[in-house]
């Protein structure tokens, strides 16, 4: 029995990790044409100074150590805290999904190629990133990021071999 659970466990990882590094949006599952303006806005939000596009600082976000930074400049503080620093953020062709409610709400799922530079060197990773975004006064504003880093193959079969060994 404990062979059959492992195995099924093996499978269920390889599936995930092969259908999560590839997967994209199902046509036409989402609504990615609504609010035309607001979308060009809010794409536009990656491109002006911090200082303009948070509202009050009215940010919250997880750290690279995994703590919660509740403003702006305690998530940066944070970054710097640890050493690190961002030398690049791409997204990933095709793997972004921006959804925006009743005209001044949105939510942005992306998967991100990201290069970190720490102390020991770059850190080379895939991210999961979801951000919200609010419209007042016409204007959009970015107030929650979060980033998951996608594990490897070889993570997610030492993570499984755990979990097996646990049983």
């Known amino acids: 029995m404990k062979k059959v659970t492992s195995i099924i466990l093996l499978a269920?990882?390889?599936?995930?990790?092969?259908?999560?590094?590839?997967?994209?949006?199902?046509?036409?599952k989402y609504n990615t044409t609504d609010y035309p303006e607001d979308r060009k806005a809010i794409g536009l939000l990656r491109t002006i100074p911090d200082s303009l596009r948070h509202l009050n600082d009215d940010y919250l976000a997880v750290g690279p150590t995994g703590e919660i930074a509740y403003g702006l400049e305690q998530w940066k503080k944070g970054?710097?805290?640890?050493?690190?620093?961002?030398?690049?953020?791409?997204?990933?062709?095709?793997?972004?999904?921006?959804?925006?409610?009743?005209?001044?709400?949105a939510v942005s799922h992306?998967?991100?190629?990201?290069?970190?530079?720490?102390?020991n060197g770059d850190i080379n990773m895939k991210v999961v990133r979801m951000e919200c975004y609010i419209k007042?006064?016409?204007?959009?504003?970015?107030?929650?990021?979060?980033?998951?880093?996608?594990?490897?193959k070889e993570e997610i079969e030492e993570m499984t071999k755990k979990m097996i060994n646990k049983n």
């Open 12 to 28: 269920i990882a390889f599936i995930f990790t092969t259908t999560m590094l590839r997967a994209q949006p199902p046509a036409g």
């Open 79 to 105: 970054i710097l805290d640890a050493g690190f620093t961002f030398k690049s953020v791409k997204p990933v062709p095709g793997m972004s999904v921006l959804r925006i409610y009743n005209g001044d709400a």
């Open 110 to 119: 992306n998967v991100m190629d990201v290069v970190l530079a720490t102390p």
């Open 136 to 152: 007042i006064n016409g204007k959009w504003y970015f107030v929650q990021g979060q980033g998951t880093r996608l594990l490897s």
